[in-house]
């Protein structure tokens, strides 16, 4: 089995709905996105999955985050509340849908700050 690692970021503030804390305010991070993706399958020039496609489908997917109110884009608005494990969901079945059926998604960890991670599989 072959695995691929990408990592990207970006900006964006939330507001933790419910939250008995300071997180009940608004407040911002330079989330971190690590993608984890495994296959069994090497191409013809004996790549398993593309760095930069796997990097810039992920940027697809956060780029409607950053530099915004998470609170205010869908489904952060009202289905779901913006923590760290739910956008980790959110991006692995965004990201699951873009990627070819031989390469399967390992986990998404979302990094609100050096110290604290949360991670989303299926497994």
């Known amino acids: 089995m ?3 690692t990408i990592e990207t970021e ?10 008995n804390g300071p997180c009940s305010r608004l407040h911002g991070h330079n989330w971190k996105v690590t993608v984890e993706a495994k ?13 930069y496609v796997l990097q810039k489908k992920t940027e697809e997917i956060v780029a409607k985050f950053d530099h915004r109110d998470m609170n205010s884009i869908p489904p952060f608005d009202k289905e779901l509340n913006p923590t760290s494990e ?3 969901r959110y991006i692995y079945d965004e990201l699951k849908k873009l990627l070819p059926p031989q390469v399967k998604l390992s986990c998404v960890a979302i990094g609100e700050t050096g110290q ?6 299926e497994q």
Not at 10 to 16: L, T
Not at 42 to 48: H, N, R, V
Not at 116 to 121: D, R
């Open 116 to 121: 604290y991670t949360a991670k989303y599989s």
């Open 86 to 88: 739910n956008i980790a």
């Open 10 to 19: 970006f900006s964006a503030a939330h507001i933790i709905r419910g939250y």
């Open 39 to 51: 296959t069994d399958v090497l191409d013809t020039i004996g790549m398993s999955l593309d760095f």
């Open 2 to 4: 072959y695995t691929v």
